[in-house]
């Protein structure tokens, strides 16, 4: 599947799933919103398959560990949103 400069917004619990494993798979994705799904479990690497993301919104989920250094690769990120969940830690030198 090709998506060219998608935009994905499932926001208020459209979802329910561990974690977005199958966005991990399109990696033309450019805005990505998906606040408010009660995820869990950790960011992990392969977040940085989103190599096009721009914007990128995982607020209100209950994601846990620590910021992966992976957001410091992704060149074209604008802008991230983890607020409200339960990580912790630094923040990674890459950001």
């Known amino acids: ?5 998608a935009h994905r917004a499932l926001p ?4 329910f799933h561990r974690d977005p494993d199958d966005l991990y798979t399109l ?5 990505v919103s998906l606040h408010e799904n009660l995820f869990t479990g950790n960011l992990g690497s392969d977040l940085g398959n989103l190599s096009q993301i721009m914007q990128l919104d ?5 994601f846990t560990g620590s910021i992966p250094d992976v957001f410091g690769e992704m060149r074209r990120l604008e802008s991230v949103n983890l607020a409200t969940n339960r990580l912790d830690g630094e923040l990674p030198a890459s950001l």
């Open 27 to 31: 990696p033309n994705l450019r805005r």
């Open 12 to 15: 208020r619990r459209q979802l």
């Open 1 to 5: 599947m090709s998506v060219q400069g």
């Open 58 to 62: 995982l607020s209100y989920n209950k």
